[in-house]
């Protein structure tokens, strides 16, 4: 298991306003252009611990139905958080529209999930594996399972009885390990 905590959350402008065009969100008219957006992204990434714990499961394990949809070689659990410092960044910046909050979640939770996939693709390559699509865990009960799995709380992450991560900005994810296919050329 590898705990990664404190990296440089990298949060992309043109990324932020793509989603928050995908979801109806209009940043000229709520006072964020360009320059504006950059700096709130800047005190967002300042203000949240950015934490990921990963592991990857050989192919006999008792947990596979329930975490990994595609059958492989091996899959990786990834769990990802923003820490406790979101809710208050969130409530620093009164001036944002509601409904860009779930954009920034989102994002900075994807990038997170990106950092850890993209060493775990490092991994896999060199087992000549290649990684599944990401394949995002919802489910109450797999998200305990994958909580219990990668010890949470070493990044302060839980799964109440009620089925949901906390902190809320946190997320949990699943790749397959599949074998490369070999190409066939000619002789």
């Not at 990664?4 to 990298?10: A, D, E, N, R, Y």
């Not at 975490?67 to 009164?94: K, M, N, Q």
């Not at 996939?117 to 399972?145: F, Q, V």
Request: proline share 8%.
């Amino acid at each position: 298991m590898r705990k990664i905590k404190g990296f440089k959350l990298v949060l992309r402008p043109h990324e932020v306003k793509r989603r928050a065009k995908k979801a109806r969100v209009d940043l000229e008219t709520a006072g964020l252009p360009d320059p504006a957006l950059a700096k709130v992204l800047d005190r967002l990434a300042k203000g949240v611990v950015p934490a990921v714990l990963f592991d990857t499961f050989g192919h006999p394990d008792p947990d596979q139905p329930l975490l990994s949809p595609l059958p492989g070689l091996a899959y990786s659990l990834i769990l990802a958080t923003l820490g406790d410092g979101f809710g208050p960044a969130r409530a620093a910046e009164t001036s944002l529209p509601e409904g860009l909050w779930p954009v920034l979640e989102e994002t900075a939770l994807d990038e997170c999930v990106r950092f850890a996939s993209g060493l775990l693709a490092d991994e896999a390559e060199k087992d000549n594996c290649e990684l599944s699509p990401i394949t995002a865990l919802t489910a109450g009960e797999a998200l305990a399972c994958a909580v219990r799995k990668l010890s949470g709380d070493k990044i302060g992450v839980s799964c109440p009885e009620t089925g949901d991560l906390s902190p809320a900005a946190s997320c949990a994810v699943s790749l397959s390990w599949l074998a490369k296919s070999k190409a066939k050329g000619r002789k």
